[in-house]
């Protein structure tokens, strides 16, 4: 039982360039969600979704975009990345309480 | 806006002494509230969860919550070098879709 798994670890990436971040959970759980951390802050919601096929904007989902076709896997991708982009993205699956993934830290430059 | 607020802190407390973390929300319709720690460079594992008012102790940790006041509480008794972390307090609102509002954290640290 893995949990949640996030790659890539680290990426750096040039203003305009787009990526894929890759998230997994083995334990069944309908709900997923993706956070931003900056440094400093909380954790800002980006998406969720509550089941496959079902996704949902959350507070910060600007120049992000998610998909949810398996219960699995909630990939985020960014088009067009922007410095402001630059931050610690947290995939996390959820029943009675969060499993984080280990994250994903993403420089844009 | 839903807001959950925190001293962002540093706190600094002696080894062996007790913390005390403070924590505010807005949204009176909240129902779950968690306490989380995140160690620098690291994932946020949880710690604690409360739904009802008053207290909730497990090993060193106390949460206390009291709904009236809008405000939940962390407690972490003999407090160790390796409670140094950031802590984070979390809020659900609707529990359609378990959505977490986190406050900012307070950092925390334990003085040998």
């Known amino acids: 039982n893995a949990g949640v798994t996030q790659t890539p670890k680290f990426r750096i990436l040039k203003i305009g360039q787009s990526m894929t971040l890759q998230c997994a959970q083995d334990m069944n759980h309908n709900y997923m969600y993706w956070y931003r951390q900056d440094p400093g802050m909380g954790l800002k919601l980006i998406y969720y979704s509550v089941g496959a096929g079902i996704t949902d904007k959350g507070e910060v989902p600007n120049g992000y975009n998610v998909s949810r076709s398996t219960t699995e896997y909630f990939p985020l991708r960014l088009e067009l990345a922007a410095p402001s982009q630059t931050s610690v993205y947290f995939c996390a699956s959820s029943y009675n309480g969060y499993t984080f993934g280990s994250g994903t830290r993403l420089t844009v430059v | ?112």
């Open chain 2, 1 to 112: 806006q839903k807001e959950v607020e925190q001293n962002s802190g540093p706190l600094s407390v002696p080894e062996g002494a007790i913390a005390s973390l403070n924590c505010t929300y807005s949204d009176r319709v909240s129902q779950s509230f968690f306490w989380y720690r995140q160690y620098s460079g690291k994932s946020p594992e949880l710690i604690m969860s409360i739904y009802s008012n008053g207290d909730k102790e497990d090993g060193r940790f106390t949460a206390q919550l009291n709904k009236a006041s809008q405000y939940v509480s962390l407690l972490i008794r003999d407090s160790q070098p390796s409670d140094s972390a950031t802590y984070l307090c979390a809020v659900i609102s609707n529990f359609g879709n378990e959505k977490l509002t986190f406050g900012t954290g307070t950092r925390l640290t334990i003085i040998p």
